[in-house]
Each structure stands twice: as structure tokens, then as C-alpha cells.
């Protein structure tokens, strides 16, 4: 596969949002999301902020899935943190090498970083893969507080 991964633009709002639509109700993620999240979370990713950025996975001209991250300072590794919060490859394009070629991707676009990523227990195809590129289990219980 020829595979290419660029920034995300407008263009792409709806065939990513209905991309999200497929994820987030999906057994992968925990939370179900909304529209009004989806939406936002793709304004912050084609946006000029400085938290999220989004990426496009294509074979030729067509878009085989999404990718997102988040940024921020881990004082617990004393260094900058890229969250990688959605990847999501189209059914028949999995198994194809993508998610490999999006953690080569990001490890060129950002060094000196820890990068962190949340994973289902359940997803072993997802955790299979992330054990290959390199990523531990920590053994954290995350919390959350929306206000």
C-alpha cells in the first residue's frame, strides 16, 4: 500500500465526522461522544491552536481512515507529551500496515516527546499493535471531572 498522511483540513469535516461517528460507537472507545463533540474536536484539529492536530490517511484519493493528538507537559517524564487520542482505519484497510506507518509518521513529526495513548482491555488487535511499536502497559486507574 501506498499510503499517505497529511494535516487534516476543512475539506475533510464530513467523511471525518462520520468517521468519528463509526469509532466512538464502536466497542474500541469507552464513550459514545456527540455531535457536538465531533464537531469540536475537529475545529481544534484544523484550527491554528496549539492542543490538537489531525490527520488524514489516504490510499491514492481515497481517505482510509483518521488520526488525532493532543498536547501537553508530563511533569511525571519531564518532557512534552503528545496524547494520541484517535486512530481510525476503515474496515478493509486494516491490517494493511497503516497504523504503523502513522506511529513512523508521528515519531519523525515529534522528538524528544513520551507519547501516551489510552487502549479497551478488550482490543487486542489495537494493543497487539502498540506493544510492536514499543508502548507499555501503566498500570494507572484515569479519572476525569468535566466542569
Known amino acids: 500500500m501506498n499510503i499517505k498522511i497529511r494535516d487534516m483540513n476543512e475539506s475533510h469535516r464530513e467523511e471525518v465526522i462520520s468517521m468519528m461517528k463509526t469509532f466512538y460507537s464502536s466497542s474500541a472507545v469507552y464513550t459514545e461522544g456527540s455531535e ?8 481544534s484539529c484544523v484550527s491554528e ?3 490538537s492536530e ?4 489516504e ?3 481515497v481517505v482510509c481512515g483518521y488520526g488525532m493528538v493532543s498536547k501537553s507537559f508530563s511533569t511525571e517524564f519531564g518532557k512534552p507529551c503528545i496524547w494520541i487520542e484517535d486512530i481510525y482505519i476503515k474496515e478493509g484497510f486494516r491490517g494493511k500496515g497503516i497504523g504503523k506507518e502513522y ?5 519523525r513529526k515529534y522528538t524528544g516527546v513520551i507519547f501516551r495513548l489510552e487502549v479497551q482491555e478488550e482490543n487486542s ?3 497487539h499493535l502498540y506493544k510492536k511499536e514499543g508502548f507499555d502497559i501503566l498500570p494507572y486507574t484515569e479519572m476525569k471531572k468535566i466542569n
Open 36 to 43: 457536538d463533540i465531533f464537531i469540536n474536536d475537529f475545529n
Open 49 to 51: 491552536g496549539p492542543y
Open 54 to 57: 489531525g490527520f488524514i490517511f
Open 59 to 61: 490510499e491514492g484519493k
Open 103 to 107: 506511529f513512523d509518521f508521528l515519531g
Open 125 to 127: 488487535a489495537a494493543i
